[in-house]
């Protein structure tokens, strides 16, 4: 009796934890975080292009055991509907994750992790301009605040840079992709009618076969992979960890909270962030992170108001 009493309570956490919304989205934010610590602990070491390929190739393998039945059932609105697949992939999932992981190759992971909260507030606008929602008052505060927090943030808070108007590559890169995903995001709702898992796997092979030929460019141009423990341990987090387990964790968490409550757990992010860069890169947190990263906040819950 002691020892099935000892065998089967691991089981019963396990089960308790996976059906608690909170500690799933938690988990999921972390993880996403983490992804710009790989990325940017892979910098000059790992062609970024062909990193993200080979990541979603490899997340495409892994999830077809747990979603053939899904995309077989669901083939025939997925022919139906491909060129508006093909679209969202190569936008949200290739171009989106590609320079990701470029603009990492020339800015902070912190940085990185900060503007991830800048993409609420840019949704709300992508919404207003695409599909003609209305913005109120607070909405237009909001979407103000969050620009200014990312002033504050690339121009170090020094009058004299922001004067000077001088950008770190990474940083406008990562600047554009906020709105590159804005994009995505907002378009998402043309999206057709299939399983999300169906969707995720095909975004997942569309964008790993796309970003094949510019891999290839990378190599050619002498930026090859280095197959080492770094290179493993990157690849294997990016795969796994940001990729098929904070998906899973994600849509297990969004499918017991909802979407609106469970959408505030992306804001975590820039804490996780700022925690993991200065701790295992030894990045350093300054004032103007922490003044950027509250603008940020505050403007996005303004700009997610109704």
């Keep these: ?52 390929s080979l990541r979603w190739l490899l997340a495409a393998a892994l999830l077809w055991p747990f979603v053939s039945q899904h ?6 609105q997925i ?7 093909l679209a969202l992939s190569l936008l949200g ?25 800048f993409a609420p507030a840019v949704i709300v606008a992508g919404g207003a301009l695409f599909f003609k929602e209305r913005l109120g008052p607070l909405n237009l505060v909001g979407v103000a605040l969050s620009f200014v927090g990312v002033m504050v943030i690339v121009s170090r808070a020094d009058y004299e840079t922001f004067a ?25 709702r043309i999206r057709p009618a ?38 493993l341990a990157v690849l294997a987090y990016v795969t796994v960890f940001s990729g098929a387990l904070a998906y899973v964790f994600w849509n297990r968490g969004m499918e017991n909270l909802g979407a609106a409550r469970g959408g ?10 700022a925690v993991l860069a200065t701790t295992l890169l030894g990045e350093s947190l300054q004032f103007f992170h922490v003044a950027g990263c ?10 997610a108001r109704r």
């Excluded at 000892?6 to 919304?21: C, D, G, M, V």
């Excluded at 022919?79 to 697949?85: D, N, P, Q, T, Y």
């Excluded at 505030?264 to 962030?273: D, E, K, R, S, V």
Aim: aromatic share 14%; proline share 5%; glycine share 8%.
């Design 1 to 52: 009796m002691p020892e099935q009493t000892i065998l089967t309570k691991p089981a019963s956490l396990a089960s308790r934890a996976f059906n608690n919304p909170f500690l799933m989205l938690a988990l999921a934010g972390l993880l996403w975080s983490g992804n710009h610590i790989a990325g940017r602990a892979a910098a000059g070491h790992v062609p970024p292009v062909s990193l993200a």
């Design 194 to 231: 299939i399983h999300q898992m169906s969707f995720t796997f095909m975004l997942a092979v569309i964008s790993g076969l796309s970003l094949i030929p510019f891999g290839v460019i990378e190599h050619v141009n002498g930026f090859t992979f280095k197959f080492d423990w770094l290179t």
């Design 93 to 117: 999932g290739a171009t989106f994750s590609s320079l990701q992981f470029i603009a990492l190759q020339h800015t902070s992971a912190l940085n990185a992790s900060i503007f991830n909260s």
């Design 164 to 188: 000077a108007f001088t950008f770190n590559k990474g940083d406008v890169i990562l600047l554009a992709n906020m709105g590159i995903w804005a994009i995505y995001s907002v378009f998402l």
């Design 79 to 85: 022919a139906k509907g491909w060129r508006r697949i």
């Design 264 to 273: 505030a757990f992306l804001h975590l992010i820039p804490f996780y962030g």
């Design 71 to 76: 995309v077989r059932a669901d083939w025939p």
């Design 294 to 303: 509250a603008l940020i906040l505050t403007g996005v819950w303004f700009a």
